[in-house]
C-alpha cells in the first residue's frame, strides 16, 4: 500500500463528504444538536426529550436477545420479531407439536411458555461516561499492555455497577477507543413465549424473500418479562411475576402513509463505515466471499442431514435459518458495495480527509485543554493501524475456519467452554477472562442446558468434517500444531478422530455437563472425557492466539483514536455531526416512509397489501400462506385496521431509516412516539450498509402495527392480549 503522504498528494482536497441524506445511527445524547433537523423532518415531540434513553420513550426499547424489542403493556408484555424469538419458539418445539409451524396462542398467562435459558432482556437504566477512568489506566502503555489496562479498568467498573442484584454491566468503546461508557441494564432471565404467528406468516416468503421487496411477512413475536415475588429479576419460576415496565409504547391505530416521519430505537449490532479503506478493500475482496462459501457449506449439511432425521431438522431449524440469513446477507452486502463503488469511493474520501488533515495547522483541540496529536503523529498512527491490518491479513483464512469450528458446534464447543471456565476458576474473579467471570456462570449454565434441545452427534460430526476439510487446505503457516494432531492429516484421519471422540464422550447428557461446570477446575482438566480432554489438549494453542489476538486489538485501540479524532474535526469543517459506528449500544434513526427506484424503469411503492400474499402463495414452502389467513383476505373483513386510501389490509411498508443487524424487532414511532410497526430486514440493494449507506437505495424493511393487529382479531385470535395493549375490537 502506497505510504499516506504519497497518496494524499495526488488527491484534490476539493472532495467532498459523503452523500449523508437520511444516514444517522445517533446517541441519545447527540439528539438535541439534531432538533432542528428532527423538526424539519416532521418530528412533533420534543427532541430534548429524547436525550435521556432512561427515560420514556427510549426505555420502553430494550435488548431482546440478539436483536431489540419494545415493551407494549406494563405487565412485561414485549414485541420482537418472530426471527429474534426463533429460538425460543424453537426451545418449545418437537416433532410432534412444532410450534415453529403451528404457531402459539397463550390464553392466559399461566398458559405461557417458558423461553429458552440463555435468552434475555436488558433494560437500560444508566449511560454513563467513564472514559478519563479507563483511559487513565492505559496511559503509557502499549499492545498486549494497552489491551489489559483497558480491560481490568472495564472489569472494576463493571464490577461496582453489579454490586447491585439483578443488574448487567459493560462498558462500551466509542470510537474505536476514544471513548467509553459504563451501561447498567436490568438483566430479565425469565422471559416466557405468549404469542407466535405460524411460520408460514412469521417468515412467509423465507429464504427466497429474505432482504427483498416487496415483502409479506408476519415477522412479529410477543413474549413477556417476569421477576421473582420481590420485583429483582430471577430464573424462571411458575411463581414469578410479570415485570412492572417502567414505559410502554402505545400502538397507533392508524398507519403510514409515504413521505410521513418515522422514528426507529434499537440496539444496532456493529457498522463499519468509519474503517480505513484498507479494511474496505480485504471486505470486498476476500471476506465477504469466503464467508459466505463457507456457510453455504454448512447449510447444506444440515440441510442433507436434516432431510434423513426429522427430530435433527428441528433441533437445528434455529441454526439453519441463523446461517442462511448471514450468508444471503453477505452476498448481498458485496454486491451493495460493488453497485456502490463503495472501494474506491472510502478511498478518495480518506485521502481527501488526510490531505486536509496534512494542511490543517494546529490542531484546535490543543486549545480546549485536551490531549492533542500534531498532523504528523496523527499520519504517523495510521501508518501503524495500516502496517498491523496488513500483519492481521495473513491468518485469515485460519481465523475463519477456527472461529467457525468453535461457533458452530455443540459439544465441542461446550467442552472448550467448559476447560476455559476451569482454567479461569483458579484466578481472583477480577483476573478472570472476560466471559468467564462469576458474574458469567449463570449465563453458561444456561447455555449448556439449552444443548440438549440443539444437538445431534451425525449433524455435528458432519459439520465439523466440512470445517476440518476447510482447515487442512490451509496453507501449512496457518496450521496449528495441535489441531494437525488431534484430526489428522487427512479425511480418514479426521472422521476416524471425531466417531472416537464422539462415540467416548458423556458431554451429550445434560446432567454430566452440569456437573463439569460445578466440578473441581483441576478435576475437569484432568478427565479422561473424549471431549473434554481433547478441549484440554487444544486449550494452550487457542490461548496463545488468543493473547496474539490481544496485542494486535490492544494497539489498534491506542491508535485508532487518533484517526478518529481527525475524522471528527473534518466532519466539523464542513459543518456535518458525525456518529459513532454502532456497537450494540441504543441509537435512534429518523427519516421518512418511502419508497425507491432499485434500477432503470422500476419503481417500488413503499407498502404492500394482503394481496401480495394471495399472489405469492403456491401451497408449497416458503409460500404456503395457512388457511385461517387465506379464508380470512377471502372475507375483505378487515375493521379499523384497513387502509382507508388503499381500502384493504395492509402487511409491510418501507422508509429510508438507517439500521443494521440488532436492529431486527426495533420500534418503529410516528410524528406522535406511537408505534407503527416493527424492523425485520433490509431490502437486497442495501444490505451493504453496514460498511457504506447508499441513500439511493438505503430501505428497512417493517412489518405494520395494523397487519398484527388483524391477525390477532380475526385470524389468530388474541382479545385479552389486545386489550392489555390498549387495542379494541375491530369495528
Known amino acids: 500500500m502506497p505510504c499516506i503522504r504519497r497518496l494524499v498528494l495526488a488527491l484534490s482536497l476539493s472532495l467532498a463528504l459523503p452523500a449523508l441524506a437520511d444516514e444517522g445511527m445517533w446517541m441519545a445524547n447527540q439528539l438535541p444538536e439534531l432538533a432542528?433537523?428532527?423538526?424539519?423532518?416532521?418530528?412533533?415531540?420534543?427532541?430534548?426529550?429524547?436525550?435521556?434513553?432512561?427515560?420514556a420513550p427510549l426505555n420502553a426499547v430494550v435488548k431482546s436477545g440478539g436483536g431489540t424489542g419494545a415493551f407494549v403493556s406494563g405487565q412485561g408484555l414485549l414485541i420482537t420479531n418472530h426471527h429474534v424469538a426463533y429460538g425460543v419458539i424453537q426451545y418449545n418445539s418437537k416433532p410432534e407439536r412444532n410450534l415453529l409451524e403451528q404457531g402459539f396462542v397463550a390464553d392466559s398467562q399461566a398458559q405461557e411458555l417458558r423461553g429458552s435459558p440463555d435468552f434475555r432482556v436488558l433494560v437500560t437504566e444508566r449511560f454513563?461516561?467513564?472514559?478519563?477512568?479507563?483511559?487513565?489506566?492505559?496511559?503509557?502503555?502499549?499492545?498486549?499492555?494497552?489491551?489489559d489496562a483497558i480491560d481490568a479498568a472495564s472489569k472494576a467498573i463493571v464490577a461496582e455497577c453489579e454490586a447491585l442484584r439483578g443488574r448487567r454491566c459493560s462498558v462500551a468503546s466509542m470510537d474505536y477507543g476514544s471513548a467509553f461508557y459504563r451501561i447498567q441494564q436490568l438483566e430479565l432471565r425469565d422471559v416466557r413465549l405468549v404469542y407466535a404467528p405460524p411460520g408460514a406468516i412469521g417468515k412467509y416468503g423465507d429464504e427466497i424473500d429474505n432482504f427483498m421487496w416487496p415483502r409479506h411477512s408476519g415477522d412479529f413475536t410477543l413474549l413477556r418479562a417476569y421477576v421473582g415475588a420481590d420485583g429483582q429479576p430471577a430464573d424462571y419460576d411458575p411463581a414469578n411475576k410479570p415485570y412492572a415496565a417502567p414505559a410502554h409504547l402505545q400502538i397507533a391505530r392508524d398507519g403510514p402513509r409515504t413521505g410521513d416521519f418515522a422514528m426507529l430505537a434499537g440496539y444496532p449490532g456493529i457498522t463499519y463505515r468509519h474503517r480505513l479503506a484498507q479494511e474496505f478493500a480485504e471486505r470486498i475482496g476476500w471476506g465477504l466471499g469466503a464467508s459466505v462459501d463457507a456457510l453455504d457449506a454448512l447449510i447444506a449439511i444440515v440441510e442433507r442431514e436434516g432431510g434423513k432425521d426429522a427430530d435433527a431438522a428441528v433441533k437445528y431449524a434455529s441454526q439453519l435459518a441463523s446461517l442462511k440469513n448471514s450468508s444471503k446477507r453477505f452476498s448481498g452486502e458485496r454486491s451493495g458495495l460493488l453497485r456502490s463503488d463503495a472501494q474506491r469511493k472510502r478511498a478518495d474520501n480518506e485521502a481527501a480527509m488526510l490531505q486536509w488533515l496534512q494542511q490543517e495547522g494546529k490542531n484546535p483541540d490543543c486549545a480546549k485543554g485536551q490531549d492533542c496529536l500534531s498532523s504528523a503523529e496523527t499520519l504517523r498512527r495510521i501508518e501503524q493501524v495500516q502496517a498491523l491490518l496488513n500483519a492481521a491479513s495473513a491468518t485469515r483464512e485460519r481465523d475463519l475456519v477456527l472461529g467457525l469450528i468453535q461457533s458452530q458446534t455443540q459439544l465441542l464447543r461446550a467442552s472448550i467452554t467448559l476447560q476455559r471456565l476451569a482454567l479461569e476458576r483458579g484466578k481472583p474473579d477480577a483476573r478472570r477472562e472476560a466471559g468467564y467471570q462469576r458474574r458469567d456462570e449463570n449465563l453458561i449454565e444456561a447455555q449448556l442446558r439449552q444443548v440438549q434441545r440443539r444437538y445431534a452427534s451425525g449433524m455435528e460430526q458432519a459439520l465439523l468434517l466440512e470445517l476440518l476439510r476447510r482447515y487442512r487446505a490451509l496453507p501449512p503457516a496457518q496450521h496449528v500444531a495441535a489441531f494437525d494432531t488431534a484430526f489428522g492429516s487427512d479425511e480418514a484421519s479426521a472422521k476416524a478422530a471425531l466417531?472416537?471422540?464422539?462415540?467416548?464422550?458423556?458431554?451429550?447428557?445434560?446432567?454430566?455437563?452440569?456437573?463439569?461446570?460445578?466440578?473441581?477446575?483441576?478435576?475437569?482438566?484432568?478427565?479422561?472425557?473424549?471431549l473434554l480432554a481433547l478441549a484440554a489438549t487444544l486449550q494452550p494453542a487457542l490461548l496463545r492466539l488468543e493473547q496474539e489476538r490481544k496485542q494486535r486489538e490492544g494497539e489498534l485501540m491506542r491508535l485508532r483514536p487518533a484517526y478518529m479524532s481527525a475524522l471528527k474535526r473534518w466532519y466539523r469543517s464542513q459543518q456535518r455531526p458525525l456518529f459513532p459506528d454502532a456497537n450494540a449500544t441504543l441509537r435512534v434513526s429518523y427519516?421518512?416512509?418511502?419508497?425507491?427506484?432499485?434500477?432503470?424503469?422500476?419503481?417500488?411503492?413503499?407498502?404492500?397489501?394482503?394481496?401480495?400474499?394471495?399472489?405469492?402463495?403456491?401451497?408449497?414452502?416458503?409460500?404456503?400462506?395457512?388457511?385461517?389467513?387465506?379464508?380470512?383476505?377471502?372475507?375483505?373483513?378487515?375493521?379499523?385496521?384497513?387502509?382507508?386510501?388503499?381500502?384493504?389490509?395492509?402487511?409491510?411498508?418501507?422508509?429510508?431509516?438507517?439500521?443494521?443487524?440488532?436492529?431486527?424487532?426495533?420500534?418503529?414511532?410516528?410524528?406522535?412516539?406511537?408505534?407503527?410497526?416493527?424492523?425485520?430486514?433490509?431490502?437486497?440493494?442495501?444490505?451493504?450498509?453496514?460498511?457504506?449507506?447508499?441513500?439511493?437505495?438505503?430501505?428497512?424493511?417493517?412489518?405494520?402495527?395494523?397487519?398484527?393487529?388483524?391477525?390477532?382479531?380475526?385470524?389468530?385470535?388474541?382479545?385479552?392480549?389486545?386489550?392489555?395493549?390498549?387495542?379494541?375490537?375491530?369495528?
Open 128 to 147: 454513563d461516561a467513564v472514559t478519563e477512568r479507563v483511559l487513565k489506566a492505559a496511559a503509557g502503555k502499549k499492545g498486549l499492555d494497552y489491551f
Open 499 to 530: 466417531e472416537r471422540l464422539y462415540g467416548a464422550t458423556r458431554l451429550g447428557d445434560e446432567n454430566f455437563r452440569l456437573e463439569q461446570l460445578k466440578a473441581e477446575p483441576a478435576a475437569v482438566r484432568a478427565s479422561d472425557d473424549a
Open 591 to 731: 427519516g421518512r416512509v418511502a419508497g425507491f427506484s432499485p434500477r432503470d424503469g422500476v419503481v417500488y411503492e413503499p407498502v404492500t397489501t394482503v394481496a401480495g400474499i394471495v399472489e405469492k402463495h403456491t401451497g408449497k414452502e416458503p409460500f404456503n400462506a395457512p388457511e385461517p389467513l387465506l379464508a380470512a383476505i377471502a372475507r375483505g373483513d378487515f375493521g379499523d385496521t384497513r387502509d382507508p386510501a388503499l381500502n384493504t389490509q395492509t402487511v409491510n411498508f418501507l422508509t429510508n431509516l438507517d439500521t443494521t443487524g440488532g436492529n431486527s424487532g426495533s420500534p418503529v414511532l410516528n410524528a406522535r412516539g406511537e408505534l407503527i410497526g416493527l424492523n425485520f430486514d433490509s431490502n437486497w440493494e442495501s444490505v451493504s450498509a453496514s460498511w457504506w449507506f447508499d441513500p439511493r437505495y438505503k430501505r428497512a424493511v417493517h412489518v405494520d402495527m395494523r397487519y398484527m393487529r388483524w391477525l390477532m382479531e380475526k385470524v389468530y385470535p388474541a382479545p385479552v392480549l389486545l386489550g392489555e395493549m390498549g387495542l379494541g375490537p375491530a369495528r
Open 36 to 55: 432542528p433537523q428532527l423538526r424539519a423532518a416532521g418530528f412533533s415531540g420534543d427532541p430534548a426529550a429524547l436525550a435521556d434513553l432512561t427515560a
